[in-house]
């Protein structure tokens, strides 16, 4: 019973928006401990009640494997280095895939209508030799859209073209790395279009547009009104 009370307690604070509730109930769950297996590290920002920002360290280069292993027609184990095509294209699905998870457990947890979250890896510099992280994928997620997906047969890569995002995937075969990219922001993240609102959004924003067109119509009307002449007569 108590624990269901202090479960009810933060719930109600959840849907009052209050920030730190969003942070407590993170603690507590921790769906993302699975992913610090990895070497991977979350870092959370609550905008508002409807929109909660993450910054997501992917060490997807220690995650997917450097050797591909065949079985011979001998039936000995062949080991050969992964072609850098096939790594960048499995490291591509990891982070794509990532950033997903991130944003399902976040739509599970909090009654948030829109997750941003940027994938960040570390990356080596050339002239220097030292390593330092560098954004490569962020991406706005409505709720509206990720509701519509298949994450069973979905490819995760494919999957970035129905969100406003940045990134580019094409990775350079000198520094093995992809290009880096000037993270969004929230006020990087665009209305939600029509295709994005359920019916209920669609007929709340119908109804605002009519009171905004009506009280212009109305305003021109008075001031058209005033700008007529007065004319007067006199006997």
């Known amino acids: 019973m108590a624990e269901w009370e202090n479960l ?8 009052a928006g209050e920030h730190r509730a969003f942070t407590e109930t993170l603690v507590e769950f921790n769906p993302f401990a699975d992913l610090s297996d990895f070497g991977s590290s979350i870092h959370f920002t609550v905008h508002s009640a409807k929109m909660v920002e993450c910054a997501l360290k992917v060490n997807g280069k220690k995650a997917v494997p450097t050797e591909v292993k065949t079985l011979t027609s001998a039936g000995k184990v062949s080991v050969k280095s992964m072609p850098k095509g096939r790594f960048h294209e499995i490291y591509r699905n990891y982070l794509c895939a990532c950033v997903l998870r991130v944003g399902r457990e976040l739509f599970a947890l909090f009654p948030v209508s829109s997750v941003l979250v940027t994938a960040v890896v570390d990356s080596h510099d050339l002239e220097t ?48 790395a992809f290009t880096p990219i000037t993270p969004l922001t929230p006020a990087d993240v665009s209305q939600t279009s029509i295709t994005e609102m359920s019916l209920g959004q669609l007929l709340d924003n119908i109804q605002k547009l009519r009171a905004e067109l009506k009280a212009q119509i109305d305003e021109f009307r008075q001031t058209d009104v005033n700008s007529q002449p007065q004319i007067t007569t006199s006997l």
Not at 134 to 151: E, G, K, N, W, Y
């Open 129 to 176: 030799g030292h390593a330092h992280e560098q954004p490569v994928l962020s991406v706005a997620m409505p709720r509206t859209i990720v509701d519509q997906l298949d994450f069973s047969a979905l490819d995760p890569s494919e999957a970035m073209e129905k969100f406003h995002h940045r990134g580019n995937f094409k990775a350079s075969r000198k520094s093995e």
């Open 8 to 15: 009810k307690k933060i719930a109600q604070r959840i849907l």
